[in-house]
C-alpha cells in the first residue's frame, strides 16, 4: 500500500506549479464584467420584493402600524406583521450555543434597537414595496435607551470572542508594576464601527412544497442550512444556498442575520420567489457593529526597557438581550514578553443591535491601544519604540510558555524598517518637517493575529479524460477564494490549473466552513489538499496494484503526483497518466473526499500566529490638525504564499482598514435616540484613494510545518492590526499630541 | 413609491409656470434632491425637470466686462474652463474640492447654490427639524455638533450651509439671476441666502416657483485673479464637506492690500461674508499681523451652541491662512488637492 500522508506527499513538500503563483483573479473578467452574479440579481419568475421598515426607536413597543394603508397602495400583496408571520418551528430567540445569534424575525412588538425590523412589505415593485413601508407610519411606546459605555451597569461577561474567558492572569501583575523602573497608565477609546460591505445583504428565496432555494451571500453556507432548517422545522437537505460570490462580508455576513431570514419568510407566507434587499442604511441595525470599547493599559518596565507587566482591561458593550463581547484585551495574550500579563474584559448592555464579529474581531480595537500603550511606554523608557519592541520580543507565548510554531516577526522588524528607512528617524517628536513646513512624523505597530483552523469537507475527483474536478462549498467574499483554492485544488490532484473544474459557493457542495477567522485558505484548502491526496492514493492504488503499469510494486518507495501523472519517487522516468491507469481498470473516474480540520495536538503544543510590523509616514498641518497618511509599509509573515497578488490584496486592504480605524472610521450616535446618525457612505467616512498616496508590502518568507499540512496561516485580517497603532504613534510623533480616541480627528489635534 | 408628477418643461416661462403651485420642486442634476426624496425628506408633489431647459448651459461675456454663467452648466464644466479658472481661480479650486468627479459631472450651478444642508437630523424624517418640518422643533440640538454653525445660528435652526463653490461665490461678489412669474430679478450674493431667523424653512430668497437662471461675476471680480485661493479644511484628503473652509482674495498695490476679500463656508446657515475683515486688511500692509487681526475680526461674534467650539479657533486659522495663500499668489493651475492644506504652495513657507 502506498503512504499518501498529508505531510509526507511530495506534491506537497514541493508544491506543485500551481501554489505559489501570482494568477489573476479567475473571476475578475465576471467582476468587472458585470456579469458575476450577486445574489440581489437574481430574478426568477413570479418575483415579488419585500422591504423591511424599522424602527426609529431604540427601546420600547410599537404600538400601531397602519397596515390598511400599506395594503392599499397600488402593487402591495402583503405585509407581514408579528400578527400573520408564518409560524417557526424553532424560537429566533433560542440559544442553543454562543455561535446562534438571537434574530429579530416579528416575535413581538418589542423594539430592542433602532433599525429593527418591525415589519415587511411585499409587493409586486420595489417601489411599491418602499412606499408601502412608509406608509405603515408606526407609531411606538418608547423608553429612554442605554447608548454609552457610560450608560449602563458593568458586569464580567462569562467568555468574549468566539468564547474565550474574559479573565486571564499570568504572573503578578501588581508586585510587577510596583517594580517597574517605568510606569504608564492610559485609557484608549474606539467608536462603534460598522461592516459595511459594498453589497448590502441580500436574498431570494423560493419555496417548492418544503424545499428552500436561496440566493444571498453567506461566508458559512453550511451554518446558515442548519440554522434555516431549524427555525423552519425541515431538514437541511431541502435547503439549496447558492453564494458564489459576497460583496464583502467582514464577519456580518458569517452567521445569517435577521433581515435573510425575512425574506424566506415572506416568500412563504405569500407563496412567490421573494426578493429583499436591505439598503445601506438598513445595515446600521440588524446585521451587527463592532462595539465600541474603552480600554485601560497599565505597563511597567524595567531600567533596560523590558515589560515587567501588562495590564489590559476592556470595557465594551452587547445588546441588551444577546451577547457578543469584542475580546480586545485578548490582543495583548501572544504579543510582548512580560513576566506578568493580565487581560480583562468588563461589559454593558446597552439598547443597540447585537455587535458581531468583524474583521479582526478583538484584535483591531485591543492592537490599536496596545499599540499605542507600548509607544507610550517606550517614550517613557526613552528608547526607539522599534528596540524596544525588540527588547520584548516574545521568543515564547508569553501566556503559556509554548513555542511558536513560526515567527519571522524579527525579519519583518527588519525588512520594514529598511524599506521605511527607520532608522533616520529623530527619537523626539514633532521635530520633522516637509519642505513645506507640514509636520512630519514616523510611527511603528507590530501586527498579529492568530493561525486559526476550523473544519471543512473537500470532494475530489480524476477522470479517465485526463482531467478532475475539486468542489468544495468555500465562500469567495473577494478575497480571491475561487483563484486561491482552485491553485490548491490543481496541486492536490497533481494537474494543471486548466485541467481542473473548481466548484465552490453552494451548499450542495461538500461543507467548506466558515470564510472568517482568517482561516478560510488554511481550512478549505487543507481539506482540498487531503481530498486530493486521498484520490491521488485511490489511482496509485490501482497502479501498483496492476503488473501491467510502469509503477506496479512501487510500494513503499511511492509515487509522486504531477502535470496528470504518477511518478515514481524513487524513480521518476517510470510513470504513467492518469487517463491510462483509469482506462484499464475499466473505471470512468476515480472519487475521494478529505477534511481539513486543526490537529489537535499541534495546538497543544504550539502558539500559532501571524505576524508582521507595519511603519507609517503621517504628515500633520500643525495649524489646522488635518492628517494625511503618506507612507505605509507593512512586512508580514504568515507562513505559506498561495497566491501573492492576492495575500498582497489583502494586506492592502488590512492597511487600508487600518488606517480607516485610526483616522476616519466611526458611527455618530444619537445620544439620546440611540441612532447612528451617519448611516450611509457619505457620513460614515472610509478612506478614499487622496487618503492614501503610497501603501508598500513585503511578504516575508515563513515555513511552518506545524500550523496545517500545507503550511498556511491567514492574511485576512492581520493587516488591521499594527497598522492603526503605527498611524496614532505616528500622529503623536509628529506632533506631540498623543491622542487617545479613535479615529483620530483634527479637532483633537488643534491644541 | 410616494406618487409625483414628473414635467420637463420645454422654455424658462413654462418651467416657471409649471412649478408655481406650492410642492412642486426644480429637478436638475438630482444629486441632492434626489438622496432627500429617498429618505424621505423632501417629498415633492411635482418634479419639474429643468435639466435640458434650452440656453442655461452657457458662460457668456458681459459687455460690461463680467461674466454670465447659465443655472445649468456642469460643476465640472465650469470648474474646467480654462478661461474661467484663470479669471476667477478660486472658484474653480472651490468647485473641484468638492463632492467627486462623478458628482461634480452632474451636478449644476443653480443645483449647487441651491443644495441643502448636511445637518444629519433635517435629512432625516423621524427627526424633529424646524426646516423641514417648521415648528417641529430642532434635534440636532444637544446632538454630534461637528457640522453645526458657529455664527448666525439660532434656537430655532444650527444648521450650516455645505456648498464649497458658494463661498468664493459671496467673497466675489456674485449675482443671481432669477426668473419668476412677475419677470427677471437679481439679487447679490450676499442675499441670496437667509441666516435661520424665525423661518429656517427659507433658506433663499427665492419665492415659490422662482428659478434661478444664471450666475453673474462682476467686471471688478477678475481684479483679484493673482491673489485668490480656496481653501477646505476637512475629515479626509477628498470626498467629505468641510469642517472649515475659507475664500480669499487680495488685490495687492504697491505693497499694500489695496482690496481685500474674505469668505467663510460651513460656519453658517450661508456662506459667509466678512466684511470687517475686510475693512480691517484695505491699506495695510499683509502680513500674518494683519491676517491674524482679519481672522479675529472675522470670527468675533461666534459662539458654539454644543461642543463645536473647536471650529471658532479653526475657521481663524483657516481665514489667516487662505489669506497667507492668496497672498504667495495663485499657483499657474488648480492644484491636483484643490483647496487642500497638503496642496504644495511652491516657495513658500506658510506654516506655523
Ligand atoms: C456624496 C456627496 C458629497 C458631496 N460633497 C460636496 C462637497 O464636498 N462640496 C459641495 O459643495 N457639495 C457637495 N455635494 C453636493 C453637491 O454639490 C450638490 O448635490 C449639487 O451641487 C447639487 O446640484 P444638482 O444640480 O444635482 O441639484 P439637484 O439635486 O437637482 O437640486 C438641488 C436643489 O436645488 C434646486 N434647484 C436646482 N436647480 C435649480 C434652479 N436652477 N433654480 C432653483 N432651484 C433649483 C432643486 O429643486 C433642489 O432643491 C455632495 C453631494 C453628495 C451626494
Ligand atoms: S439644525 Fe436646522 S436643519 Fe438641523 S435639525 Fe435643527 S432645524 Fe433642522
Redesign the interface.
Known amino acids: 500500500m502506498p503512504e499518501i500522508t498529508l505531510t509526507q506527499d511530495p506534491v506537497h513538500l514541493r508544491h506543485g506549479s500551481n501554489i505559489g503563483r501570482p494568477l489573476t483573479r479567475r473571476d475578475g473578467l465576471l467582476k468587472v464584467t458585470g456579469a458575476a452574479r450577486y445574489a440581489a440579481d437574481n430574478n426568477p419568475k413570479g418575483l415579488l420584493h419585500a422591504v423591511v421598515a424599522v424602527s426609529t426607536v431604540a427601546r420600547g413597543r410599537v404600538v400601531a402600524l397602519d397596515v390598511e394603508a400599506a395594503m392599499a397602495h397600488p402593487g402591495v400583496v402583503e405585509v407581514m406583521t408579528p400578527a400573520n408571520r408564518p409560524a417557526l418551528a424553532g424560537d429566533p430567540d433560542a440559544k442553543p450555543n454562543p455561535l446562534v445569534f438571537r434574530l429579530d424575525l416579528l416575535q413581538s412588538d418589542r423594539v430592542r434597537y433602532a433599525g429593527q425590523p418591525i415589519a415587511l412589505v411585499v409587493a409586486e415593485t420595489l417601489e411599491a414595496a418602499t412606499e408601502g413601508a412608509v406608509l405603515l407610519a408606526p407609531r411606538y411606546e418608547s423608553e429612554p435607551p442605554a447608548v454609552g459605555l457610560d450608560d449602563g451597569e458593568r458586569f464580567v461577561p462569562t467568555a468574549v470572542g468566539p468564547g474565550a474567558p474574559a479573565e486571564l492572569r499570568h504572573g503578578d501583575v501588581e508586585a510587577g508594576l510596583a517594580a517597574a523602573a517605568q510606569a504608564i497608565e492610559a485609557t484608549y477609546e474606539t467608536p462603534p464601527q460598522y461592516h459595511n460591505p459594498m453589497e448590502p445583504h441580500a436574498v431570494v428565496a423560493r419555496w417548492d412544497g418544503d424545499r428552500l432555494t436561496l440566493d444571498t451571500p453567506s461566508q458559512a453556507m453550511a451554518m446558515a442550512r442548519l440554522r434555516l432548517a431549524a427555525l423552519f422545522g425541515i431538514p437541511p437537505e431541502n435547503i439549496l444556498i447558492r453564494s458564489p460570490f459576497l460583496g464583502g462580508g467582514f464577519g456580518c455576513k458569517g452567521l445569517l442575520s435577521g433581515p435573510q431570514v425575512l425574506g424566506v419568510m415572506a416568500a412563504r407566507l405569500v407563496g412567490r420567489p421573494v426578493k429583499l434587499a436591505l439598503t445601506r442604511a438598513q445595515l446600521y441595525g440588524p446585521v451587527g457593529h463592532r462595539s465600541p470599547t474603552r480600554q485601560r493599559l497599565r505597563l511597567g518596565a524595567d531600567g533596560e526597557g523590558r515589560l515587567t507587566a501588562l495590564e489590559h482591561h476592556t470595557l465594551m458593550s452587547s445588546s441588551r438581550f444577546d451577547e457578543f463581547f469584542e475580546p480586545a484585551s485578548n490582543a495583548s495574550h501572544a504579543l510582548y514578553a512580560s513576566p506578568a500579563i493580565a487581560t480583562l474584559h468588563e461589559a454593558v448592555r446597552l439598547d443597540c443591535g447585537t455587535p458581531m464579529f468583524m474583521r479582526a474581531p478583538g484584535e483591531a480595537p485591543g492592537s490599536a491601544a496596545l499599540e499605542s500603550a507600548v509607544d507610550e511606554m517606550a517614550e517613557a523608557c526613552g528608547l526607539d519604540p522599534l528596540e524596544f519592541r525588540l527588547r520584548n520580543y516574545a521568543e515564547v507565548e508569553p501566556t503559556t510558555g509554548r513555542p511558536f510554531s513560526s515567527k519571522a516577526l524579527r525579519e519583518c522588524y527588519a525588512r520594514g524598517a529598511e524599506r521605511f528607512g527607520w532608522e533616520r528617524r529623530p527619537l523626539a517628536p514633532r521635530s520633522l518637517r516637509d519642505e513645506h513646513g507640514l509636520l512630519v512624523g514616523w510611527g511603528v505597530g507590530t501586527a498579529i493575529f492568530p493561525a486559526l483552523m476550523f473544519e471543512a469537507e473537500a470532494r475530489a475527483v480524476i477522470r479517465r479524460d485526463g482531467g478532475g474536478t475539486v468542489e468544495i462549498g468555500a465562500c469567495d467574499m473577494g478575497q480571491g477564494a475561487w483563484t486561491a483554492l482552485a491553485q490548491i485544488a490543481a496541486d492536490a490532484v497533481g494537474l494543471d490549473g486548466e485541467r481542473v473544474e473548481f466548484r465552490s459557493g453552494s451548499s450542495d457542495l461538500p461543507d467548506g466552513g466558515i470564510a472568517g477567522g482568517s482561516a478560510h485558505t488554511a481550512t478549505a484548502g487543507s481539506a482540498i489538499h487531503s481530498a486530493g491526496a486521498a484520490v491521488v492514493a485511490r489511482l496509485a492504488e490501482l497502479a501498483m496494484a496492476d503488473e501491467r503499469s510502469p509503477l506496479f510494486g512501487a510500494g513503499n518507495a511511492g509515487v509522486v503526483a504531477r502535470d496528470g501523472r504518477l511518478h515514481r519517487r524513487d524513480d521518476e522516468s517510470r510513470s504513467e497518466g492518469y487517463a491510462e491507469i483509469l482506462e484499464r481498470a475499466g473505471l470512468a473516474e476515480v472519487e475521494a473526499r478529505g477534511k481539513g480540520a486543526m490537529d489537535a495536538a499541534a495546538q497543544q503544543r504550539y502558539a500559532m500566529q501571524a505576524h508582521g510590523a507595519v511603519f507609517a509616514e503621517v504628515k500633520v498641518d500643525p495649524d489646522l490638525g488635518q492628517v494625511r497618511v503618506t507612507r505605509l509599509v507593512g512586512a508580514f509573515a504568515a507562513g505559506r504564499i498561495i497566491n501573492p497578488r492576492m495575500v498582497v490584496s489583502q494586506y492592502y486592504g488590512g492597511m487600508i482598514w487600518g488606517v480607516s480605524f485610526a483616522l476616519h472610521e466611526q458611527a455618530v450616535m444619537d445620544r439620546r435616540s440611540g441612532r447612528p446618525m451617519n448611516a450611509d457612505l457619505a457620513g460614515y467616512h472610509i478612506p478614499v484613494n487622496a487618503d492614501l498616496p503610497a501603501l508598500e508590502t513585503i511578504l516575508v518568507e515563513e515555513e511552518d510545518p506545524h500550523v496545517n499540512a500545507l503550511g498556511i496561516k491567514g492574511v485576512g485580517e492581520i493587516g488591521i492590526t499594527g497598522t492603526v497603532g503605527a498611524i496614532a504613534n505616528a500622529v503623536w510623533h509628529a506632533t506631540g499630541v498623543r491622542v487617545r480616541q479613535f479615529p483620530i480627528t483634527l479637532d483633537r489635534l488643534l491644541g | 413609491?410616494?406618487r409625483f408628477d414628473y414635467v420637463r418643461p420645454a422654455t424658462v416661462a413654462e418651467a416657471v409656470a409649471a412649478a408655481a403651485e406650492p410642492g412642486a420642486a426644480y429637478l436638475a442634476g438630482g444629486t441632492n434632491l434626489l438622496d432627500l426624496m429617498k429618505?424621505?425628506a423632501a417629498a415633492p408633489g411635482r418634479l419639474v425637470d429643468v435639466s435640458r431647459l434650452p440656453g442655461l448651459d452657457r458662460i457668456e461675456e458681459l459687455p460690461d466686462g463680467g461674466l454670465r454663467i447659465g443655472a445649468l452648466v456642469r460643476n465640472a464644466d465650469l470648474a474646467h474652463d480654462s478661461d474661467f479658472a484663470r479669471r476667477f481661480p478660486a472658484i474653480a479650486e472651490a468647485l473641484l474640492s468638492g463632492a467627486s468627479a462623478q458628482l461634480r459631472n452632474a451636478a449644476t450651478v443653480g443645483g449647487n447654490l441651491l443644495q441643502r444642508t448636511?445637518c444629519?437630523?433635517f435629512a432625516?424624517p423621524?427627526?424633529a427639524c424646524n426646516r423641514r418640518a417648521p415648528g417641529s422643533g430642532c434635534?440636532a440640538r444637544?446632538?454630534?455638533s461637528?457640522q453645526q454653525a458657529v455664527l448666525g445660528w439660532n434656537e430655532a435652526c444650527v444648521a450650516t450651509h455645505p456648498s464649497d463653490f458658494c463661498v468664493p461665490l459671496a467673497a466675489l461678489d456674485a449675482v443671481v439671476e432669477i426668473e419668476g412669474r412677475a419677470g427677471r430679478r437679481a439679487v447679490a450674493f450676499e442675499d441670496f441666502h437667509r441666516l435661520p431667523g424665525q423661518t429656517p424653512e427659507r433658506e433663499t430668497t427665492l419665492a415659490q416657483g422662482e428659478l434661478v437662471v444664471a450666475l453673474r461675476l462682476p467686471a471688478g471680480a477678475e481684479a483679484f485673479s493673482a491673489n485668490a485661493r480656496y481653501l477646505k479644511?476637512?475629515?479626509?484628503?477628498?470626498?467629505?464637506f468641510a469642517?472649515v473652509s475659507a475664500a480669499a482674495a487680495l488685490r495687492l498695490e504697491g505693497g499694500r492690500i489695496a482690496e481685500a476679500r474674505l469668505a467663510l463656508g460651513g460656519v453658517a446657515a450661508k456662506p459667509w461674508r466678512c466684511p470687517e475683515a475686510e475693512a480691517l486688511l484695505a491699506g495695510r500692509p499683509p502680513g500674518p499681523e494683519a491676517f491674524r487681526q482679519a481672522a479675529e475680526a472675522a470670527l468675533a461674534e461666534a459662539r458654539a451652541p454644543g461642543d463645536n467650539a473647536?471650529?471658532i479657533?479653526?475657521a481663524r486659522?483657516?481665514a489667516a491662512?487662505a489669506l497667507t495663500l492668496a497672498l504667495a499668489g495663485t499657483p499657474a493651475r488648480v492644484p491636483a488637492?484643490p483647496a487642500?492644506?497638503?496642496a504644495?504652495?511652491p516657495g513658500a513657507?506658510?506654516?506655523?
Open positions: 413609491m410616494k429618505s424621505g448636511r444629519a437630523w432625516d423621524a427627526s434635534d444637544g446632538g454630534d461637528r479644511v476637512r475629515e479626509r484628503t477628498s470626498f467629505a469642517v473647536f471650529k479657533e479653526l486659522r483657516t491662512r488637492l487642500s492644506p497638503f504644495p504652495v513657507l506658510v506654516h506655523a
